[in-house]
T-cell receptor, first 111, second 116 residues
Framework: KQEVTQIPAALSVPEGENLVLNCSFT??????LQWFRQDPGKGLTSLLL?????REQTSGRLNASLDKSSGRSTLYIAASQPGDSATYLC??????????FGAGTRLTVKP | GAVVSQHPSWVICKSGTSVKIECRSL??????MFWYRQFPKQSLMLMAT?????????EQGVEKDKFLINHASLTLSTLTVTSAHPEDSSFYIC????????????FGQGTRLTVV
């Protein structure tokens, strides 16, 4: 059974700081790993998709890394801004390609 | 553009009434769709898998008689919350399966259900 864990559960940083969010998964036989952003009361915004054969993927100030063998992924956010405040979720495909999600990291970036 | 369209985005209903949520696959035919539920400050959990032309499969602990799923066509799945109670208040979101192993997962916009 695939279990996805994210730490920390919550994080508060001052604006401008670089930060790392962590995601771990128990079954390393994954196709890919996806990072999402969720604003309060809203749906999911896909941030980055990292394939199982890739080590990292970048989009703007975001960089996701993947170490399949150790079952870990990190999301690095550079020069954080108040607009980055949201919950960040990682997820991996499972079984019939439904997704298994971590519990998320609630990020607050203070001006 | 959106790959999956979900309606309504929010709904408030009285306790004891039923609410229907629609999930449409816009760009391709989907023989399977997934329904998730997210309680406040918790993550998304798979509720059930909707199968076109056959019965839905439900995850453990999800009442199939309460959450009726109909996948009447290759582009539409509906979730009906029957006899809704305040504890059913949640965020419901649907998705379609991965097109390939190398593509991202696509989700609907989600539906915020509040039962009063």
């Amino acid at each position: 059974k695939q279990e996805v864990t994210q730490i920390p559960a919550a994080l508060s940083v001052p604006e401008g700081e670089n930060l790392v969010l962590n995601c771990s998964f128990t079954d390393s036989a994954i196709y890919n790993l996806q990072w999402f952003r969720q604003d309060p009361g809203k749906g999911l915004t896909s941030l980055l998709l990292i394939q199982s054969s890739q080590r990292e993927q970048t989009s703007g100030r975001l960089n996701a890394s993947l170490d399949k063998s150790s079952g870990r992924s990190t999301l690095y956010i550079a020069a954080s801004q108040p607009g980055d405040s949201a919950t960040y979720l990682c997820a991996v495909p499972y079984n019939n390609n439904d997704m298994r999600f971590g519990a998320g990291t609630r990020l607050t970036v203070k001006p | 553009g959106a790959v999956v369209s979900q309606h309504p985005s929010w709904v408030i209903c009285k306790s004891g009434t039923s609410v229907k949520i629609e999930c449409r696959s816009l760009d391709f035919q989907a023989t399977t769709m997934f329904w998730y539920r997210q309680f406040p400050k918790q993550s998304l959990m798979l509720m059930a898998t909707s199968n076109e032309g056959s019965k839905a499969t439900y995850e453990q602990g999800v009442e199939k008689d309460k959450f009726l799923i109909n996948h009447a066509s290759l582009t539409l799945s509906t979730l009906t919350v029957t006899s809704a109670h305040p504890e059913d208040s949640s965020f419901y979101i649907c998705s379609v399966p991965l097109l390939t192993a190398n593509t991202e997962a696509f989700f609907g916009q989600g539906t915020r259900l509040t039962v009063v």
